[in-house]
């Protein structure tokens, strides 16, 4: 019967012993978990800051150019006596490539709004998988089965990111030359 007792004892502790450490890694992974989410958000967070920067100065910058050239236009046809046909013909052409310039904005607006969307869908799904490693982390049998299971998330969180950052550098590259194509397409409009 002392023995039972025993034996009672040391399975009890042992069980004790298993869950405060399962606990202890289960604080671990979320805490872990928690940081990366945070830290991918506030990663999406500041690309979305930055193109929406982006965009602004760019069409910011276009409007001044437009401005510029429209006055420096009207300043040298009066400097050099341009009229009709000659004015309307630059006129056209400044026209023309501020046009163009507008138009490869807007795909570049658009270019980042993807990416921006790009980010945000990664750390939707990593909060998602998040709370499904959590029940099967607290379902750990074992500190070593939990440990496996922590370490596994933590790669298999890794390959999502890599995969996501894959998939952003894609897309990037593809408004890159769409945005080239844009501008490419557009006839040059040089001066004579």
Same mark, same amino acid.
């Given at each position: ?85 000659? #004015? *309307? ?8 490539? $501020?046009?163009?310039?507008? @138009?490869? =904005? !807007?795909?570049? /607006? +658009? ?42 998330? #933590? *790669? ?8 996501? $950052?894959?998939?952003?550098? @894609?897309? =990037? !590259?593809?408004? /890159? +030359? ?15």
């Amino acid at each position: 019967m002392a023995q039972r007792q025993t034996e009672y004892g040391t399975d009890e502790t042992a069980r004790e012993t298993t869950r405060k450490v399962a606990e202890q890694a289960t604080r671990s992974a979320q805490a872990m978990s928690d940081a990366a989410e945070r830290s991918v958000r506030s990663g999406a967070e500041t690309a979305q800051r930055n193109s929406e920067r982006i965009m602004n100065s760019w069409r910011s910058g276009t409007d001044t150019a437009n401005q510029i050239a429209e006055r420096s236009l009207d300043k040298l046809t009066q400097l050099f006596g341009l009229t009709g046909e000659t #004015a *309307r013909e630059a006129m056209q052409r400044s026209t023309g490539n $501020v046009q163009a310039m507008m @138009e490869t =904005s !807007t795909i570049i /607006a +658009d270019g980042l709004n993807e990416l921006s969307g790009e980010w945000m869908n990664f750390i939707q799904q990593q909060a998602e998988h998040n709370l499904e490693h959590f029940d099967r982390l607290i379902a750990s049998r074992s500190v070593q089965e939990l440990m496996a299971y922590q370490t596994h998330v #933590a *790669r298999q969180q890794f390959e999502a990111f890599l995969q996501s $950052v894959r998939r952003t550098s @894609e897309r =990037s !590259t593809q408004l /890159a +030359d769409r945005a080239v194509r844009k501008m490419s397409e557009t006839t040059p409009l040089a001066p004579r």
